[in-house]
């Protein structure tokens, strides 16, 4: 099957998202140009260090005096996903950059191989018309600060952690370890 490419080159939206219950929460990587709307479905864990990263590298632009908007003028996202919700397929990985020259952050992920691994961009040709389908988004710092934001939100928004041993816990409460195996609620 030939590679499918998702070039977003600003798109007007691009934000992390969740649909489910805490605990049985499916994550997203939602772009939108128009009436164009592409979802990828990713892991809590990618999400997180995702807008980790992104925070790291806007600090890291701040502190060489690039200038960075502090403040979105449109306001925080907290917004739900837009519909239709499809996944367009499954993030094996995902990269992250910045293009100096054009001033604009740049996020790519790429979907897994048929065995479900992480593809390594550095070994994936994109010319290569049978390499894995690809999002690729491209906006400015301003946006990607609101990206983070938005992302810290929907990773801390899932169940609290028990006090004892950090761990999820379900409403039910849980087994915890640190309790040598009895109920936490």
Known sequence: MPRRRYIFDPPERFAAGTVGEPGNRTFFLQAREGTRVISVVLEKAQVAVLAERLAVLLAELE???IAVDAEDPTGADT????????????AGSLTLGWDGGAGVVLVEARAQDENGEA???DDDDDEDE????????RFSATAAR???????RVVASGRPPCPLCGNPLDP???ICPRRNGHYVN
Do not use: K, M, N, W
């Open 79 to 90: 917004s739900p996903l837009d519909e239709p919700l499809v996944e367009a397929f499954r």
């Open 172 to 174: 039910q409460g849980h």
């Open 119 to 121: 593809i390594d961009p």
């Open 146 to 152: 609101t990206f983070v934001e938005r992302a810290a």
């Open 63 to 65: 502190r060489r005096g």
């Open 130 to 137: 049978d390499g894995p389908d690809l999002l690729r988004v």
